[in-house]
């Protein structure tokens, strides 16, 4: 059975950080996209960032700058290293690989970023 699971997510003051990280298991993404993808509460969900099986990352721009995606296909792994958190990056975040007629989430991590 393939699954995404994220981690990493919780309760942070605006401008701190948080590293988030998709695992993936029952079978090899390193062919795949992967992304993150958000949604917070009454809104629709977006395109955080993005990276291509060969490493070329792609950011939303309200997030360039401030996140970093990275992958280790090795691992089965994405991460996304958010700095300078603001109020309105509060949302579920989730994590995506896609391509070659699949396209796998997983079940969300929540980010809240609050004094």
């Known amino acids: 059975q393939v699954q995404l699971v994220e981690s990493g997510g919780g309760l942070v003051q605006p401008g701190g950080s948080l590293r988030l990280s998709c695992a993936a298991s029952g079978r090899t993404f390193s062919s795949s996209s992967m992304g993150w993808y958000r949604q917070a509460p009454g809104k629709e969900r977006e395109l955080v960032a993005s990276i291509s099986s060969g490493g070329s990352a792609y950011y939303a721009d309200s997030q360039k700058g401030r996140f970093t995606i990275s992958r280790d296909n090795d691992k089965n792994t994405v991460a996304l290293q958010m700095n300078s958190l603001k109020a309105e990056d509060t949302a579920v975040y989730y994590c995506?690989?896609?391509?070659?007629?699949?396209?796998?989430w997983g079940k969300g991590t929540l980010v809240t970023v609050s004094s």
């Open positions: 995506r690989a896609w391509g070659y007629g699949v396209d796998y």
